[in-house]
């Protein structure tokens, strides 16, 4: 069977998905100060850092449209997917489905899925990942979509933030509380929840100890490393995603690891040096 998979474009495409016909990436767009950016190949990393940096302002995201989801899945294929972040985070999954709603009107007998991801940037990616290895396997639809919501349901993200300005100007933290935070070097070790709501998990002093702890948090909780890959994206640091990924492996064997660097959208939440790693 033929087959697409739409992911936004907070998940990032390794360099064999940009390759791969199979995958196709939709739009969000990034507002600093009523400049925009487009989240595509155009993007340009250094200068939105050096613009969000500068703004006293939390950049904003809008999400792609339902007509972009529905334009993206016209193409043919049999099988359909998207992959959202997640909806506790951002419109794309309601716009999603509302493409798929527009597509199946002109394509009554379309077989087309919307997955939630309930997480964002590499968790996406690895989710993309899943569903091809499970369409190459030769799976029929309704069992490509049970397996992947189920390996949706077993993903854990874990990310470590260098600077908390954008938490402070959105207001998920206090000016005092940020102020304070990073006078005394603390960097918060961030997860998400089943539901792909962001918790904290805990803290450290210096961005070493906050990567170590965030590494034994995941060590702690995955079952079954070694048939799992683990995802690492950066933002603007590979150095530092290469000390994450020997971190894991002192403690964990793992199927592989891949690393790649932020989109847009994933920019934007992670900042300069930020780390996101999922499994």
Known sequence: MSYRIVVDSCGEFTEEMKRDPHFVHVALRLNID?????????????????KMKASPNCPKSSCPSP??????????????????????????YNSAELGRSLYLEEHPEGKVHVFNSCSASIGQTRIAQKIQECEEAGMDFETVVKTVEQFI???HTYFVLESLDNLRK??????????????LNIKPVMGATDQGIIIQLGQAR??????RSMVETMAAEVKNPAEKVLGIVHCNNRERAEFVKEEVKKLLKVKDIIITETSGVSTLYAAQGGIIMVI
């Open 153 to 155: 349901l077993d993903l």
């Open 34 to 50: 009523g400049e925009e950016f487009v989240d595509d190949e155009t993007f340009d990393r250094l200068d939105f850092l050096k």
């Open 206 to 211: 210096g961005i070493q100890k906050a990567l």
């Open 170 to 183: 959105n207001g998920r933290l206090s000016a005092v509380k940020a102020f304070l935070a990073s006078a």
């Open 67 to 92: 007509e972009a989801y529905r334009e993206a899945y016209d193409c043919g294929a049999e099988h359909l997917y998207a992959v959202t972040l997640s909806a506790e985070l951002s419109g794309s």
